[in-house]
C-alpha cells in the first residue's frame, strides 16, 4: 500500500484519508468478496473432484494428459 495521505481537522485530528483510486478499486473488490464469502457461510461444502468434474461437463477445464 502506498503512503497514505490524511485530511485533519483544524485541531488536527485525522477525518478523511486519501488514497490512490487503484487502492480504492482493489478495496472494494475485496470488501465485495468478502461480502459473497458471508452470503454462503451456510452452504454446504463441494468436494474438490466433485467441482473439477461439473467444469470438465460444461467444458470450462479441458483435461490435459
Known sequence: MNELRYIVDEKGEKKEVVI?????E????????????AERK????VPLEEIIEKLKRNGILQCST
Open 26 to 37: 482493489e478495496l472494494l473488490e475485496d470488501l465485495h468478496d468478502l461480502a459473497i464469502v
Open 42 to 45: 451456510g452452504e454446504p461444502a
Open 20 to 24: 490512490p483510486v487503484e487502492e480504492y
